[in-house]
């Protein structure tokens, strides 16, 4: 509330103005007021409201310090770098959401994740027989940018990989975009031919059982392929379409590659041989080969549900196109599905169970070739 004084001497000088002077200037005088008292209205908790003092600050001690004693009892010493207006994603690590789909798509500000992931290989002929262990994390720079970068691992080190970047929102909690520079390489399997159905007596040319088929399948050993440097380009976009399901989609969108390899991925090959009966029958086998310098095609698309707020369920699909070369068969496209508890805002533990390629070559099932894998991701900060 203004000075007494200066109420007085104001009304002194209104009284020498015209009628409509006197009106314009009472009328911008009304809008001034109101426009201050609005904008700390909207500053305030909305739980303070209601409270004695909160509304005008004519009820606070002192004349004119409601406003300084509303702002002292409903935010705690925490909150003091908190912007006056606190958009819904501008969380601390006590305000952290549990529920997965709540959280923002980039980090906040000086709040940092670390992930640990352990892996194997249980696919159906080389279960358990490999392990790697992935490192990975994540720190808010600002509420709306986080720096990324992590060492992935698998199949006892044959394959890995090192990145470093960034995410930034183009569309706050909507849509970002995400860029990252990868040094990787992939594990190249080696395959056998199996019997459908199996006998003791199969050779590795020849099926005992007669009609038996014959299925080329990683034998759980693999080789390393060849290092690959690349700039890895994402647009991560998640929809909620309530507040316990939402589309999530394009954490990957594509692979600008630098360098040409010779050993990247396995395609498979089909030829004729003896069935030991006087006839012929089909063997695959699985060739490996390279990926040139051309940009990969890898858009990813899920959904994502939160039955309860600790418990996150989510499944996606990435496509896999090597060199954008929609005509050389080498189609991949891997299905993850991962199961995620979060006990607190400072901690989730999960469980990531991958089919490799549900469109494999032809003889190979959806379910033949998969991954598992174990994490722990904990969070710190102010």
């Known amino acids: 509330m203004p000075p007494i004084g200066l109420v007085s001497s104001s009304v002194v000088r ?10 314009a200037l009472s009328l911008l005088l009304g809008f001034g007021y109101a426009a201050y008292h609005t904008q700390v209205a909207y500053a305030d908790d909305d739980d303070d409201g209601g409270e004695e003092g909160g509304g005008d600050g004519d009820g606070a001690e002192g004349g004119g310090g409601g406003d300084g004693d509303g702002e002292g009892e409903g935010e705690g010493e925490d909150d003091k770098d908190q912007p006056p207006v606190t958009a819904g994603g501008l969380y601390n690590i006590k305000t952290y959401p549990v529920r997965e789909i709540s959280r923002p798509l980039t980090m906040t500000q000086k709040l940092a994740q670390v992930r640990v992931a352990l892996g194997t290989d249980i696919s159906a002929k080389g279960a358990f027989g490999s392990f790697g262990l992935s490192v990975e994390g994540i720190y808010g720079y600002a509420d709306n940018f986080a720096l990324i970068g ?11 990989g090192v990145y470093f970047g960034f995410e930034g929102a183009l569309a706050y909690d909507f849509v970002n975009i995400r860029l990252a520079a990868n040094v990787h390489r992939n594990a190249i399997a080696n395959f056998e031919n199996f019997c459908t159905p199996v006998s003791s007596a199969d050779t590795p040319t020849m099926c005992a059982t ?37 589309i999530v989609a394009l954490q990957t969108l594509m692979s600008i590659d630098f360098n040409s390899i010779a050993r990247d991925h396995t395609i498979q090959s089909q030829m004729q041989v003896d069935d030991g009966m006087g006839g012929m029958r089909a063997v695959f086998t699985n060739v490996p080969v390279g990926n040139t310098a051309k940009p990969d095609l890898k858009p990813s698309l899920g959904i994502a549900t939160n039955p309860i707020p600790p418990l996150s369920v989510t499944i996606f699909a990435q496509l896999l196109i090597p060199d954008f070369d929609t005509s050389a068969g080498a189609f991949q496209v891997p299905v993850t599905g991962r199961v995620e508890f979060s006990p607190s805002q400072k901690l989730d533990v999960g469980l990531e169970f991958t089919l490799l390629n549900v469109k494999p070559p032809e003889g190979q099932s959806a379910i033949d070739n998969r991954f598992l894998s174990l994490f722990m991701q904990g969070r710190f900060g102010k």
């Open 14 to 23: 209104l009284a020498s103005l015209a009628r409509g002077q006197r009106f």
């Open 150 to 160: 992590g060492v992935t691992n698998a199949y006892n080190g044959k394959a890995f």
């Open 210 to 246: 007669p009609g038996a088929e014959s299925v080329s399948l990683p034998n759980g050993k693999y080789d390393a392929g060849n290092t690959k440097f690349s700039l890895d380009l994402g647009f991560p976009f998640r929809y909620a379409i309530k507040p316990e399901i939402a």
